[in-house]
């Protein structure tokens, strides 16, 4: 039996002396435990995360107001593929230089657009456990940046990527950005917004502000997404359209209709939606919707989008459409859903300990929570640095 005698206790105090000696940024695995499981990492500084208070703050409201104008970002700062995170930073409801924390994004989603606090807190987890670094709790919602570097000992690759980076989050058959198998998929495209565009005209509804044609309705959204699948299934090599990624990307369809739209009147005509996706900043006398909109409120619209032509899930494999094999139920469920996004994010997730493990088990059980999944039963199991 192990029992503390004088010399055990000299062997430790020898022991913490020489860890002590060490200097702050030493690695973790010399003196115990698994990169990030301390309090340092070579230079890097753990900051707990904390799902925070659900807002109680939730009716309609003019956004922005007097302390968040829109300011135009700098060259240093950071934007990306997402236009309703561009905005937010560009009227500092998010940081200006566009690197936030996961308490950050589910404020500035919630005070701006007024996006429900779970949905919220499952995107943001998506987005630091993927795209940025849990040991420090930041993410770029544009590209790679010295301000968020790898996760400590590199356990996901040699850069934390940011929003921007293809897979995980940015994928394929977006509304602006072409496939990365076939183009710019990083930058805001002027032919696909005016191909949106035509879809409005043929398929929106009139207004006696804003002209005929120019609503952009639910029908829009249906025959745009269903042009743009079929357009990168024709043009792209490589296109992947797993089952997360076409929820996913239709999710993010539903958005346009469900929190761009002016709270006071739901509608969003030309000019707003141009505003957001152009200009990336709120249109003038804008409000946010009038009631938080949640998971299964945009899990409905999205599915009522996807229905109007339903598509299974697959991939172009040399350029050949190729369904995938089906998941866990075979069907577009929430479970598989959460699975396939845990196919995608690294395993080496699971294998710290200590600190990093904390932050990770606080973003994988807000990332599960919507999907309705036990998070400890269903782990990251992709490949690290993809
Ligand atoms: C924390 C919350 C959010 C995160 C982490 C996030 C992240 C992202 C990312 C990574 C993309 C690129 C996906 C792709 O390749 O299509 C994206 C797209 C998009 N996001 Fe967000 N987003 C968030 C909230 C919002 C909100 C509140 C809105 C609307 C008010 C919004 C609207 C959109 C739209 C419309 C797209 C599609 C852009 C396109 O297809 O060209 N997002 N978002």
């Known amino acids: 039996m192990l029992s503390i005698t004088p010399t055990l206790l000299l062997a430790a105090a020898a022991w913490l002396q020489t860890a002590s000696a060490f200097p702050a940024t030493t690695p973790d695995s010399i003196i115990g435990g698994k990169p990030g499981s301390g309090a340092t990492w070579q230079g890097q500084k753990y900051v707990k995360i904390v799902v925070p208070p659900v807002q109680s703050d939730t009716g309609i409201k003019l956004i922005p107001d007097a302390q968040h104008p829109f300011v135009a970002p700098g060259p240093n700062d950071q934007r990306g593929p997402c236009p309703g995170l561009n905005t937010l930073a560009n009227h500092g409801y998010l940081p200006h230089n566009g690197i936030a924390t996961f308490e950050q994004l589910i404020y500035a989603v919630g005070e701006g657009f007024n996006m429900e606090h779970d949905l919220a807190s499952a995107l ?66 002027n032919e696909l917004y005016d191909e949106f565009l035509t879809y409005v005209g043929r398929y929106g509804d009139d207004s006696p502000v804003s002209g005929n044609a120019s609503v952009v309705t639910v029908k829009v959204m249906q025959e745009y997404k269903y042009h743009r699948f079929l357009q990168e299934q024709a043009n792209d090599p490589n296109l992947e359209f797993s089952i997360a990624r076409m929820i996913i990307s239709y999710d993010e369809a539903a958005f346009v209709v469900n929190f761009f ?63 995938d094999a089906p998941l866990n139920t075979g069907s577009v469920s929430f479970t598989d859903v959460h699975l396939n996004i845990m196919q995608s994010l690294s395993s080496s997730l699971v294998q710290t300990e200590g600190l990093l493990r904390d932050n990770v088990n606080t973003l994988l059980q807000a990332l599960a929570k919507p999907f309705g999944v036990d998070y400890t039963k269903v782990p990251p199991s992709g490949k690290p640095g993809q």
């Not at 943001?124 to 040991?135: E, F, H, K």
């Not at 930041?138 to 293809?166: C, M, N, R, W, Y």
Request: glycine fraction near 14%; hydrophobic fraction near 30%.
């Open 124 to 189: 943001s987890a998506l987005a630091i456990l993927g795209r940025g670094n849990a040991y420090i709790n930041k993410v770029s919602i544009g590209f790679a940046s010295s301000e968020v570097p790898p996760l400590p000992g590199q356990i996901d690759g040699p850069t934390a990527g940011g929003l921007g980076k293809h897979g995980r989050f940015e994928g394929d058959v977006s509304q602006t950005r072409f496939d990365i198998g076939e183009g710019d998929y990083k930058n805001f495209q």
């Open 261 to 323: 739209p002016n709270g006071t009147d739901n509608i969003i005509d030309t000019y707003t939606l141009g505003s957001f996706f152009r200009n990336q900043t709120f249109p003038e006398n804008w409000h946010r919707r009038s009631s938080p909109g949640d998971f299964t409120f945009i899990q409905t619209a999205a599915a009522n989008i996807l229905n109007a032509h339903p598509l299974v899930p697959g991939t172009n494999q040399k350029g050949v459409w190729t369904p």
